[in-house]
């Protein structure tokens, strides 16, 4: 079994910055991918930011020139810098992972998400 447990959300003013981290634990070989997605309250969750076991970045439209996702391979671990944020960034943000376990198939997993709030 596959944990992603998020941490960091929180509540900041407009202009201000946050930065999350999810920690994946438990029967793990790889996670070839993992990322950020986030569901504001009355929308469809959406993605934010994925990055690759080599670095290799995506963002929407909307994270770009103010989130930064990065991760380090050897904690399991995923963070993302926020920066520049505006209310409409509020929502609970997810974390994703797609994970080649130590005994199995490659699956996706998600995090129980974390709110971040931002107040005009």
């Known amino acids: 079994q596959v944990q992603l447990v998020e941490s960091g959300g929180g509540l900041v003013q407009a202009g201000g910055s946050l930065r999350l981290s999810c920690a994946a634990s438990g029967s793990i070989f790889s996670i070839p991918v993992m990322g950020w997605y986030r569901q504001a309250p009355g929308s469809q969750r959406e993605l934010v930011a994925t990055i690759t076991s080599s670095s290799s970045t995506n963002y929407a439209d909307s994270a770009k020139g103010r989130f930064t996702i990065s991760r380090d391979n050897a904690k399991n671990t995923v963070y993302l810098q926020m920066s520049i944020l505006r209310p409409e960034d509020t929502a609970v943000y997810y974390c994703?992972?797609?994970?080649?376990?130590?005994?199995?198939?490659?699956?996706?997993?998600w995090g129980k998400g974390t709110l971040v709030t931002v107040s005009s």
């Open positions: 994703n992972g797609v994970v080649a376990g130590t005994r199995g198939p490659v699956v996706g997993y």
